[in-house]
């Protein structure tokens, strides 16, 4: 049966949106370039630095994912109360210069300090982006909007291996965080030009009674807290992320160690990899959360549950395969599956919070699952790695991921049980 939702009285579309969601777009495709550019530098570093995988894990994540997650709320906060526009303008710069600090790092410890200053930059990237984008899309647009933003994920993700294994291939790996340092730099101000701060909620049902024009900290927290679905949303996308994290990360080095590839080889073959089965991933994603979420809440839940679900096995095939060529075909379909969830989920997580918290739901969801996907995926891997190493030598990486796939069965656990609390939580 369709469920019955408010509605906000029919508001123009504004003729803006879709420059700001491409730039928007952009911001975020440098968010990823410059977070996943060491899973093909991974190698080069390690050998220079004489690292274990359980070290080069940590510096992929735990350095990272600190104080990305850690300042993540109290920027929201501070975004949901004044001008985004500004706040991602500083944050994008923020990152791209510390990406290219990355360059000029001399050993481990400096590497981990720099990687820090760009998870303090990122912080404030996301969230921020989120609640611009329900001010400019309707509800009945946003999944699909939110996926169009979150193209940035697989397509950054994409740019960053490539243009990485062609500079470091061409002159280094110090080159490669410099250049695209730069170019993020170059991109704020235009950025800043061309966004405008819309009105807050203005698709939403108004007024809202009881819930002040500014909310506090404490009491947006405990507006999102109290609700089941926040909790089981969050928990269920940081097990799937620690699994799409990890393999971000680790596959590049998979592939040069079992498969025998180059620099440049692993660079291209899972850059395509990323661009065809991530865009088609997310697209679908947000495409199946507005249409089958419009009718039943509950789907919104259920089709990242069921992605996952077909994801697993998926992964385990292609990893065990000992053709290269088979394998790429076969992670074409768990890179889609496992990215299926950000449309229909962040837009999900938009309407567990009127509109003046929704910046902090956001980033308070984005705290548990980078926390626990990016601090823990790439490590728990690399460490699993360096366990089984002595059983299986070069080929431990390839059980250490097939090992995290499990978590993506964990995840749709979580998200059938999602399924059944997102009625009641849900705010119009």
């Known amino acids: 049966m369709t469920e019955q939702t408010s509605q906000a009285p029919p508001q123009p579309a504004d003729p803006r949106r879709l420059t700001v969601l491409a730039l928007l777009f952009v911001v975020y495709t440098f968010n990823f370039i410059d977070r996943q550019i060491m899973g093909i530098l991974n190698t080069p570093i390690q050998e220079e630095l004489g690292a274990t995988d359980a070290e080069m894990g940590l510096l992929g994540g735990l350095s990272f994912a600190l104080f990305y997650t850690g300042l993540g709320i109290p920027i929201a906060w501070l975004a949901d109360r004044s001008n985004r526009t500004w706040i991602m303008t500083a944050a994008l710069t923020l990152w791209s210069g510390f990406t290219a600090l990355c360059g000029v790092a001399q050993n481990y410890t400096q590497l981990f300090l720099t990687r820090m200053g760009v998870g303090v930059g990122e912080a404030g990237g996301v969230a921020p982006a989120y609640s611009l984008i329900s001010d400019y899309f309707p509800p009945n647009e946003r999944a699909r909007a939110l996926a169009v933003y979150s193209f940035g994920i ?27 340092g730069l170019a993020g730099v170059l991109i704020a101000p235009i950025f800043k030009l061309l966004v405008k701060e819309p009105d807050r909620g203005r698709y939403d049902v108004k007024p809202q009674a009881g819930v002040p024009e500014k909310a506090g900290l404490l009491q947006s927290l405990g507006v999102i807290t109290r609700k089941p679905s926040f909790w089981l949303l969050s928990f269920g996308a940081s097990c799937s992320s620690i699994m799409g994290y990890g393999s971000f990360y680790w596959i590049p080095t998979f592939l040069r ?58 992964y385990a095939i292609g990893l065990l395969s000992p053709s290269p060529l088979v394998a790429f075909f076969l992670f074409l379909a768990p890179t889609a599956l496992g990215l299926v969830w950000l449309g229909p989920v962040i837009a999900a ?17 984005l705290f548990i699952n980078n926390l626990i996907g990016i601090g823990l995926g790439t490590y728990l891997l690399g460490l699993l790695s360096d366990v089984l190493s002595a059983q299986f030598g070069e080929e431990s990486l390839r059980y250490s991921i097939l090992a995290g796939s499990g978590f993506y069965l964990v995840a749709a656990l979580l998200y059938l049980v999602a399924a059944r609390t997102l009625r009641r939580d849900w705010v119009d």
């Open 349 to 365: 997580v938009q309407h567990l919070a009127p509109a003046n918290m929704r910046t902090t739901a956001s980033a308070s969801f």
């Open 154 to 180: 697989p397509i950054g993700s994409a740019a960053g291996i490539a243009l990485g294994g062609i500079v470091a291939s061409l002159v280094d790996w110090r080159a490669a965080f410099v250049t695209v």
């Open 257 to 314: 160690r079992s498969y025998g590839f180059d620099l440049q080889q692993a660079a291209f073959y899972y850059a395509s990899i990323l661009l065809i089965g991530g865009v088609i991933g997310v697209w679908l994603g947000g495409l199946l959360g507005d249409k089958l979420g419009a009718k039943r809440r509950a789907m919104f839940a259920l089709v990242p549950a069921g992605a996952w679900m077909l994801a697993l096995p998926c």
